[in-house]
Structure formats: C-alpha cells, structure tokens
C-alpha cells in the first residue's frame, strides 16, 4: 500500500500542468537544501571549537544541552510556518476500498523524512565524531546523538499538533505565538527554568540509558494524538461547517455606481469578506498602513529621501500586492464556471483593476498623516500612489495571465504559499524594485522632487494609455484561458 502510496504522488507530480514551474522550483530548493547541509556540516564541524570559547569551563555536551531549550523554540517557530502536513489529495482515495488507517500511517510517516527532520545530524553527527576522537565515551556521545534525533521527531508532530489549532482561529499564527511565547517567558523570569530541566534531562539519559523510555513514550504519544486528530477529519464532507451562523450580508448597493462591473466588484467583496484566507491577507493592509512608522521617526531614514519612494509604494500598495499577484486564482475554485458565462472578459479585469486603484487612493488618503514627518514623505507617497495606478495595477494584471496554481479559500493566510509559483516571486522586480531604482536613480541625477516628477509621469502614462493597455491584458488573458482552466481543476 506504501508502495502504492508513492505511485500515486509520483504520477501527480509529473503529470501536473505546472510541470515545468514545479521542476525550476524543485532545483532552486535542492540549492537552497544544499547551502543549508553545508552551513550545518561547518558548524558541526567547529561546534566543540565554539562551545569552549564561549564556555571554556563546561564540558562541550552539557554546554550544547544548555542550549537546547533555544534551539527547540526555534525550531518549532521554523516548522510551523515552513512545514505542512504532507497531505496529498486522499478524497479520490476515499470513494476505494483503502482503509483510512493507511492512508493517515502513510501521511505521518511520510513527514519523519522530511529534509527539515535530517538537518540538525548534519551538524551532530560531525559534531558528536569529534567528541569520540577526542576520547569521549563512545556509547555516551551515541546515545546523546539519539536524543536529539527523538527531541527532533517530537517537534516534528507537536507542530501539526500545534497547527490544528492554529486553523481553529482567524490569528493562524495565535497558537504558535501564545506556546512559545509562554515557554520563552516561564523560563525568562525563572518561574521554571525549562533550560536548567532539559539540559539536565539529557544529561540524565545519556547516564541512564533506561531512561530513553520517556522521549521514546512522549513521541508515540504525540504520533497516536496525530493519527487521531487526523483521522477524525479524513472524510469527504470534512470540510463542511456543523455550527449554522446568522450571515450579516450587505447588499452593497453603493457598487452599482461602477456601471457594468459592479457584479464583480460585489463577488471580488463578498470573496475577501467571507473566506479565511483573503480575510486575513486583508488585514495585513494595516501593517501596511503603519509601515512607515518602523523608519520615519527615526533621524536615520530622514537623511535617506530615495528610501521614502520604496515605502510610500509599499504603504500605498500593499491591498493592490498581496490581492493582485494571485489574480485570477482567487477565483480558481469556479473559474470554470465563470468563464462558461455570457459574460466580458474585460469586465472581469475592469473590476480588478478598479478595485486595486481604489484602494491605493484609500491608502494615501489615510497616510497623509505622515506629512508630519516631512513634506518629502508626502510628496513622494503621492508620486507612488499614482505609479501605482497607472504602472504596478497593470504589471499585476499582466503577471496574473501566468497563474496556473489553485487556491484553497478556507485555509489560513499566514505563511501559506499555496498558490505561490514562479510569477509571485518574479513580479516583485517591476513592482517595488523598479520604481525604487528609477526614484533612486533620478534622485541622484537631478534631485528630489524632479525623481518624484518623473515616476508620477509614469504613472500618469499608464492612466492615459489604459484602455490600451487593458486590450493588450484581455488579449493575453483569452489566450491563456483554457491553460488556467486545466490548471485550476488540479490540486497543486
């Protein structure tokens, strides 16, 4: 069944529409894998050598145990937001004669070899090498080197633990912050010294191999938890809501003043409102909003003008950002249903551009208070707001022709890179990189405001020229339309 099991991924992965974007991305992370092993077979390497510099008088073992405690709340916050329970897409399994034990057994199993589990004995191992060569007791150091591998696989399933409680919540990442943060400062203000209690547990097994018994236990605990927890939600309907809630709907009459894209405007709205994922990206339009005040007040960024040029483009769009790089996957779950309608693909596009550009006005508008800081800020989150609309709105909607990734609504926004390819990481260059090097550029040729002047004309450009430009847009958009069609009814 195992087998099986990796038959089946093994076919979705080369079989999927986005083949050649999965094997780029599949090489860029062998390379990243690769320059991690490295780093941690370097420091496993000099770990003795850096332990007795930093405690020359304690022994190189009770001197790294003394900072387990650190490495284990790091390792969790890494897990959480760059782990995921390697679930592939077990409904079709569901309709078969396949029992639902295996396919969880296969699921949890699957995620003890992830690459993020083998890292730290690329650093132990070596580490754990130099300690027998240098005469320490060989079955100590071994049964140390076991430890941290089971101390490794516990976090390893206290994260989906963690993270099941997480997709409770609005706040995905509350629970991960309130467990760590709770064990960081009951520690901190020595009400349980958790660094003292580990370090000394360690140290007891590596004396007392009989006492292997308890990680051994507290890891089958948590795998057993797991295979519940999972197993309760492993059925088809598993995603429907058992709680009926009174719905609070607007009409949204105020949209009919858009003329003939209202409809759309109203499902874009009514789309960000009542799913978790757009629902929690939207908030993040106030971090946004108060971005700037991590680097006006202080004197540093006063005497850096071209800098004001990267804000006042990420203040002003971050709504236009976060929503339209995943243009039109939002919509990917009816996107075949869509586009069976009697309907104008320009409208569609229409709606997303309005209400892209509405929110960058919306934006500047409510950051006018940063004028307090200084003219030079006002003026240059205004040049941005314009290239905004008239440039950024239009490279988005281009790039958005080359999604080919579904989206699930319901799933959480923070870290969540599902629908994330090639595109979102390659459209980051025209749409904040560009106009900073332009404003920079300019900046040190001719001055402030003339730098401001020149991205505002650009922006004006695209404004004057969009009919235009939304004819060219549409046009690569009905090209690439059956493509996304095929793309979205796969699970990527």
Not at 163 to 181: C, D, N, Q, R, Y
Not at 286 to 291: A, F, K, Q, S, V
Not at 302 to 315: A, D, E, L, T
Request: hydrophobic share 55%.
């Amino acid at each position: 069944m195992i087998k099986h099991f990796i038959n089946l991924e093994w076919k979705s992965f080369f079989r999927s529409a986005s083949l050649g974007k999965s094997i780029a991305i599949k090489i860029f992370m062998s390379f990243m894998a690769l320059y991690f092993m490295v780093m941690f077979l370097i420091m496993g390497f000099f770990m003795d050598k850096i332990l007795n510099k930093v405690y020359p008088d304690l022994d190189p073992i009770v001197a790294f145990n003394g900072l387990l405690f650190f490495w284990i709340i790091g390792d969790l916050l890494i897990r959480f937001f760059f782990q995921k329970l390697p679930v592939m897409s077990v409904k079709p399994l569901l309709t078969l004669p396949i029992k639902r034990k295996s396919v969880v057994n296969f699921v949890l199993r699957k995620s003890a070899l992830s690459f993020i589990n083998f890292l730290p004995l690329f650093a132990i191992v070596p580490f754990g090498l130099k300690l027998i060569a240098n005469d320490y007791n060989t079955s100590t150091v071994l049964i140390w080197m076991f430890v941290i591998v089971l101390i490794t696989l516990i976090n390893n399933f206290l994260n989906f633990i963690i993270e099941s409680l997480s997709a409770k919540t609005e706040l995905s990442f509350l629970p991960i912050i309130v467990f760590v943060g709770s064990l960081f400062a009951l520690n901190h203000f020595n009400i349980l010294n958790i660094t003292e209690l580990l370090s000394n547990g360690v140290t007891a097994i590596t004396k007392n191999p009989i006492l292997l018994i308890i990680p051994i236990l507290i890891l089958i605990g948590l795998y057993v938890y797991n295979f519940k927890i999972l197993k309760q939600k492993l059925f088809l309907d598993s995603g429907l809501k058992t709680k009926v809630k009174e719905v609070n709907a607007s009409n949204l009459e105020w949209t009919k003043n858009f003329g003939d894209i209202a409809p759309f405007l109203q499902l874009d709205l009514k789309l960000i409102w009542r799913n978790k994922r757009t629902k929690s990206s939207a908030f993040l339009v106030l971090i946004g909003l108060l971005y700037g005040l991590f680097f006006y007040p202080q004197p540093t960024y006063q005497n850096m003008p071209w800098f004001f040029m990267f804000i006042g483009v990420f203040s002003t769009g971050i709504f236009l950002i976060n929503f339209g790089q995943f243009i039109p996957a939002w919509d990917s779950g009816y996107y075949k249903l869509l586009m069976s309608q009697n309907i104008k693909y320009e409208q569609y596009l229409k709606s997303k551009f309005t209400l892209m550009a509405v929110s960058v006005v919306v934006l500047f508008v409510l950051g006018i208070p940063y004028v307090y800081f200084g003219w030079k800020i006002l003026l240059a989150h205004f040049a941005a707001a314009i290239y905004n609309i008239g440039v950024n709105t239009h490279v988005i909607l281009y790039g958005g022709s080359f999604n080919r990734k579904k989206i699930d609504l319901s799933q959480k926004a923070a870290f969540n890179y599902q629908g994330t390819g090639a595109v979102q990481w390659l459209i980051g260059i025209p749409l904040l990189l560009l106009p900073m090097g332009l404003f920079a550029l300019f900046y040190f040729l001719t001055g402030f405001e003339i730098a401001c002047l020149i991205l505002a004309i650009l922006g004006l450009t695209g404004i004057v020229f969009h009919q235009k430009l939304m004819k060219i847009i549409t046009k690569k958009y009905l090209e690439s339309k059956y493509k996304m069609i095929n793309a979205f009814d796969q699970d990527n």
